[in-house]
Structure formats: C-alpha cells, structure tokens
C-alpha cells in the first residue's frame, strides 16, 4: 500500500469504518463541566492551580469545604467533575498515578476474597494481582475475558471483584463488558471494574455498559501530552464512592494540584486528539496488513480482528494503539526493527501526541512468566505501537523503512 497523500484521503478511507456516531455534546462537557469562573474571586476563565496545602477556617471546624489538601484541593475537584461527567458517572476521584487507583480499590476486599480477572492486562496491573493480593491473601484467577462462559465458570462463592480491559494491552481483546456485567450482577455483591485507558470516555462509556467502577491511568490518553502520572476512578454508586474517597484521602494517595491542572487542561483537547489518534491508526493497520513482513495485526478496526463487530456495536472508535506480529517473530529481528525506527520512539507508555513503539516481552509486559506470554502469544515478534499525531505519512514511511531493513 502507499502512502497517503493527504488527509482528505485519510478521512476517507475511515469514514466507512462502522463504528457507531460518537453523541454529540462531548466536547462541550470536556470544556466546561467544572469550569464555571464565578467558583473563584477572579472570574479567571481557566481555573486557577490551588497550591496551598492548608486553608483559612472562620471558625473552629467552620472551613468553606477545604480544610486540608489531602482530603480536598479546588485543583483536583475541578478535575473529578470533569471526569465523571464524561463518562456518565456522578462520582470522579483522581489518584497519584493508575497503579494508585488499582491498589485502592484492591482494597476493598479483605482476606478470603476472590477475584477473576482478564488473562490479559496491562503487566503492571497483573504483577500487582498476583503478588499484592497473594500477600493479602486474596485468590486471584485469570480467564479469557472473551468467553463469558469461562468468566462465568470462575465466579465462586468468594468472588468480590471481576477486572477487565477491552481492548486489552497488547493483544487487543475486545471483551462484550455489557454481557459480562449482566453475568457477574446476577450475583449480589461482585464489582466489575473496567479499565478504560486505551479509549478513553470519548470512545468508550463503561458505566452505561453496567460497569461499576471504570478506571484510567490518566498518564495515556485523557493528558495526552507524556509529562504527567495519574489515575482516577468513576462510579455512580455514593456507597462504593465514600469508601474509594476514604482511601484516597487515608492513603494519601493523590495527584498534585498542578498535575490536575494539566490534565485538565488535556481534556479540553481530547475529542480532536482522539480523532487524529483514530485516523492514523487505522490507516496504519490497513498498511502493515498488507505488508509481506507482517504476519497479522491486532486492531479493532480492521475486519480481519475476531471481535471486530463487537467493538463496533460497543464504542465509537479505537485510539492509537494497535500490536502487530512480524514474520520472523524473533528477538532479533524485532530488535532490529525497533532500533531502526526514525520518528517512532522506541519507549514504553502510550497516549501522548508522540508515536511510539516498544516490545511488550520486554518491556511493558516483562514481569509476567514467560509461560504465560507464551499461552497469550506475547512473543519476541509481537510489537505495540501507540500511535501518535503526526502526519501519517510521515509514519508509515518510518514503518516502511523499518521493514526494509528486515
């Protein structure tokens, strides 16, 4: 396939893609839900980064709803309203970073519990159900999140909490979250939880799939600009929220004011990022499908992924992030490949307007059992690439390059 040639070309060849219409009114909440100037003395249009750890009470216990910075900051409130409103929630909490979000509602069990999780998730996640929770003593077992019969098969007396993501990280999973969650709520008292990263709210609401909690490391996408760590977590139920907000506040857990400032600030950009992430990514797909020197792509998008109709009929459109094997699927010829790339850089993380690559065995995914990687198909061949916004030319005629060198 060749390079395109403009963006009006690109736009058309994603125009027919079939994902559903993204409703209308998103970007109009992301700019200004939370925001109203007359909350501040100033008017300021942008809100105002609120440092202070302490704050001036009337009288003894007589404060103006900020007593302490750890339990409220006028920074970090404007964030979580924000947040919430985009994903149809009612509640918003902001953590230090996304591993904070996941050990705070990991919390939420005690000894004895039980928690079925996706075989395949972030391994930053699945390092910290399988060692924090086993020094918890909280029985952990991962399935197949695309087979509800298996998800269904592994739910126990004891089972308190299903984890998931979709897509999931690298393999690109689509998992149906509302079927699951119909699944799992027959049963009182399990949470699901769904960690929504890689669509973000604009392409993916979970609470109104029957989610419980969704959950983000705000680092990716929803900043979008690689120079913040944050996490949050949204709800709708005020029970499930006054427990998260107690262990937020209790573990201290919590971003700083000027990190909530610039995440806030990156969703007043993230309808038009997504977009562009979107655009690129799949003309990506289509180039590196059509490549001699790649075995198969993993993109929701392309027809060719197993649960692409499913992720039609579930969100309205895939981000940049995608996976793909490359025919020799071996250590050296990847690392070949990776050291070969010119505008893509070769990090780990992903979101930020900047393209990148990185080698999932290796890298994101390099605490997990080679075993394990192995039963996935998380091999040395399998490479992640988080699409940026650059122009897409530009980046297919790095990945072009690369593959020459092969």
């Given at each position: 396939?060749?390079?395109?040639?403009?963006?009006?070309?690109?736009?058309?060849?994603?125009?027919?893609?079939?994902?559903?219409?993204?409703?209308?009114?998103?970007?109009?909440?992301?700019?200004?839900?939370?925001?109203?100037?007359?909350?501040?003395?100033?008017?300021?249009?942008?809100?105002?980064?609120?440092?202070?750890?302490?704050?001036?009470?009337?009288?003894?216990?007589?404060?103006?709803?900020?007593?302490?910075?750890?339990?409220?900051?006028?920074?970090?409130?404007?964030?979580?309203?924000?947040?919430?409103?985009?994903?149809?929630?009612?509640?918003?909490?902001?953590?230090?970073?996304?591993?904070?979000?996941?050990?705070?509602?990991?919390?939420?069990?005690?000894?004895?519990?039980?928690?079925?999780?996706?075989?395949?998730?972030?391994?930053?996640?699945?390092?910290?159900?399988?060692?924090?929770?086993?020094?918890?003593?909280?029985?952990?077992?991962?399935?197949?999140?695309?087979?509800?019969?298996?998800?269904?098969?592994?739910?126990?007396?004891?089972?308190?909490?299903?984890?998931?993501?979709?897509?999931?990280?690298?393999?690109?999973?689509?998992?149906?979250?509302?079927?699951?969650?119909?699944?799992?709520?027959?049963?009182?008292?399990?949470?699901?939880?769904?960690?929504?990263t890689f669509l973000t709210s604009y392409f993916q609401r979970p609470l109104d799939l029957g989610a419980d909690i969704v959950m983000y490391s705000l680092t990716k996408y929803m900043n979008g600009h690689s120079d913040v760590v944050m996490g949050a977590a949204i709800m709708n139920d005020e029970a499930l929220y006054k427990k998260l907000k107690f262990r937020q506040n209790e573990t201290g857990i919590v971003p700083s004011p000027f990190d909530c400032y610039l995440v806030n600030r990156g969703l007043k950009t993230l309808s038009l990022r997504m977009e562009r992430h979107k655009l690129n990514s799949l003309a990506i797909a289509k180039f590196l499908e059509g490549h001699p020197k790649v075995k198969r792509v993993l993109h929701p998008g392309l027809p060719s992924h197993p649960q692409h109709e499913l992720a039609k009929r579930q969100s309205n459109g895939h981000s940049g992030i995608m996976s793909f094997y490359l025919n020799g699927d071996g250590l050296e010829e990847s690392t070949l490949f990776l050291k070969s790339l010119k505008v893509f850089t070769l990090a780990v993380s992903l979101g930020g307007f900047e393209s990148l690559a990185e080698l999932p065995a290796l890298m994101s995914h390099s605490s997990e059992s080679v075993e394990h990687r192995s039963a996935l198909g998380i091999t040395d061949g399998l490479i992640r690439l988080s699409v940026g916004l650059e122009d897409v030319d530009d980046l297919i005629a790095d990945l072009e390059q690369s593959l020459n060198k092969l």
């Open positions: 396939m060749s390079t395109l040639e403009s963006t009006n070309g690109l736009e058309q060849i994603v125009a027919a893609d079939g994902f559903r219409a993204q409703p209308k009114g998103f970007a109009t909440k992301a700019i200004h839900v939370g925001q109203d100037p007359e909350q501040w003395t100033s008017m300021a249009v942008v809100p105002p980064i609120t440092m202070s750890a302490t704050f001036k009470q009337r009288g003894p216990a007589q404060h103006s709803g900020y007593e302490y910075g750890r339990t409220e900051n006028p920074s970090r409130n404007v964030l979580e309203k924000c947040l919430a409103c985009l994903d149809n929630g009612k509640y918003g909490l902001a953590f230090a970073s996304g591993h904070g979000v996941a050990t705070a509602i990991i919390t939420l069990l005690k000894a004895g519990d039980h928690i079925v999780a996706s075989d395949n998730l972030y391994g930053g996640t699945n390092r910290l159900l399988r060692n924090f929770c086993v020094d918890m003593n909280i029985a952990v077992d991962f399935v197949n999140g695309t087979d509800l019969e298996k998800v269904k098969a592994a739910l126990k007396p004891s089972t308190k909490l299903v984890w998931m993501e979709s897509p999931t990280n690298p393999l690109m999973k689509v998992i149906d979250i509302e079927a699951v969650c119909a699944e799992v709520h027959r049963v009182a008292g399990i949470l699901v939880v769904v960690d929504n």
